[in-house]
């Protein structure tokens, strides 16, 4: 059974950096797809970026040059290194994880940018 547990939000100021991480345990085999969404009250949760196997990636517009997603698959953990963030950037950030047919959602972590 795969579970996936995120760790790395909190409160920082617009302009600062925060890194997130998601780590991925259980049996994980089949197409493995990595990819952060966040949600912010009154909003439809939106894609923020994903990473695929063959380590290509997508961003959202709004967080192209300032997020960076990557993966370290011996340890089963995907990262988003968010950089220069902005209040907009504020909201319940979510990791997925795509085996297919299966998605795994995280728990959500809550990240907090003051102007």
């Known amino acids: 059974q795969v579970q996936l547990v995120e760790s790395g939000g909190g409160l920082v100021q617009a302009g600062g950096s925060l890194r997130l991480s998601c780590v991925a345990s259980g049996d994980i085999f089949s197409i493995n797809i990595m990819g952060w969404y966040r949600q912010a009250p009154g909003k439809q949760r939106e894609l923020v970026t994903s990473?695929?196997?063959?380590?290509?990636?997508n961003y959202a517009d709004s967080v192209k040059g300032r997020f960076t997603i990557s993966r370290d698959n011996a340890k089963n953990t995907v990262y988003l290194q968010m950089n220069s963030l902005k209040p907009e950037d504020t909201a319940v950030y979510y990791c997925?994880?795509?085996?297919?047919?299966?998605?795994?959602w995280g728990q959500g972590t809550q990240v907090t940018v003051s102007s």
């Open positions: 997925r994880f795509v085996s297919a047919p299966y998605i795994y």
């Open positions: 990473i695929y196997n063959d380590g290509s990636t």
